[in-house]
């Protein structure tokens, strides 16, 4: 009688063990120390555009920014008030054709926008906070009747995906 009650409870007993020493090496929030710890905000420095496309820089400075308040993670700051700083140089801007037209191999039916850029975060000290990466952003596009508006909204497309990519590695590294 003795041994029937003893095997339940130490069954129980083990199980509650097992559970407890499972649980403890469970850390919340990443184990890596990213560098990123207490940088709450980020001045974003006007892109440079090293490409002959006007207008690339400001446009994806506004881009970073409005993807950098909708994600919420970290706040905009001016540049006297920062933790960190926001580098970013547009290094590429190229098409590449993907689709010709059936009628005539000669004319192009749809497009691929790809810009590339280098991303840097500093903080005050000019310390690299993050390491230096290539990221970019890519967008099709069809060519319509009006082959300029065509590329230009291929253009704004790519623009938010590489804003989208570049907010997406300052997050990943941060969080």
């Not at 919420?72 to 037209?101: H, Q, W």
């Amino acid at each position: 009688m003795g041994v029937a009650n003893w095997v339940p409870s130490s069954v129980c007993f083990l199980f509650i063990l097992f559970f407890f020493l499972g649980c403890a090496g469970y850390q919340v929030g990443n184990l890596v120390d990213s560098g990123l710890q207490g940088v709450k905000t980020i001045f974003v420095h006007p892109p440079k555009n090293l490409t002959t496309e006007p207008g690339l820089g400001v446009a994806l400075g506004h881009a970073l920014m409005h993807r950098i308040e909708e994600d919420g993670r970290f706040k905009l700051a001016c540049l006297s008030d920062a933790d960190a700083f926001l580098e970013v140089v547009i290094r590429e801007n190229y098409r590449t054709p993907l689709r010709s037209i059936r009628e005539s191999i000669n004319r192009t039916a749809q497009y691929q926008s790809r810009l590339k850029a280098d991303v840097v975060l500093k903080n005050r000290s000019d310390v690299l906070l993050l390491p230096r990466r290539l990221i970019e952003g890519e967008s099709v596009f069809f060519v319509q009747n009006d082959f300029q508006e065509s590329e230009r909204q291929g253009q704004e497309d790519a623009i938010g995906k590489l804003a989208d990519q570049i907010v997406s590695y300052l997050v990943e590294q941060a969080w």
